[in-house]
Nanobody, 126 residues
Framework: QGQLVESGGGLVQAGGSLRLSCAAPGFTFSTYAMGWFRQAPGREREFVAVINWSGGRTYYADSVKGRFTISRDNAKNTVYLQMNGLKPEDTAVYHC???????????????????WGQGTQVIVSS
């Protein structure tokens, strides 16, 4: 099973935007829900967003609802996280993750996910 590889992180001013990508080769990508989590320094990793296998269902943490959008391109085995209106409290390492089980709609717990990327750093300056 292939490694998940995130990209697109960086340094941005508050109010700015970034688009994260996660390439997911080596498995039947289109049958699994995919999620984004983040971990800020000194804090637990937390759920950000999840998208079901088809892309038709999405769920977000309250802290990012209305600002972040998760999407996927099953032809490219890639999941995205568009982040707008970034705030300093969004600063974290962002990880994508693959569900353990085929076909679920909205896994949201860390234990629901079986494969993780190394993460991409997002820093939002005030």
């Amino acid at each position: 099973q292939g490694q998940l590889v995130e990209s697109g992180g960086g340094l941005v001013q508050a109010g700015g935007s970034l688009r994260l990508s996660c390439a997911a080769p080596g498995f039947t990508f289109s049958t699994y829900a995919m999620g984004w989590f983040r971990q800020a320094p000194g804090r637990e990793r937390e759920f950000v967003a999840v998208i079901n296998w088809s892309g038709g269902r999405t769920y977000y943490a309250d802290s990012v609802k209305g600002r972040f959008t998760i999407s996927r391109d099953n032809a490219k085995n890639t999941v995205y996280l568009q982040m707008n209106g970034l705030k300093p409290e969004d600063t974290a390492v962002y990880h994508c993750a693959k569900d353990r089980i085929v076909g679920r709609i909205a896994p949201k717990e860390e234990s629901d996910f079986g494969s993780w990327g190394q993460g991409t750093q997002v820093i939002v300056s005030s």
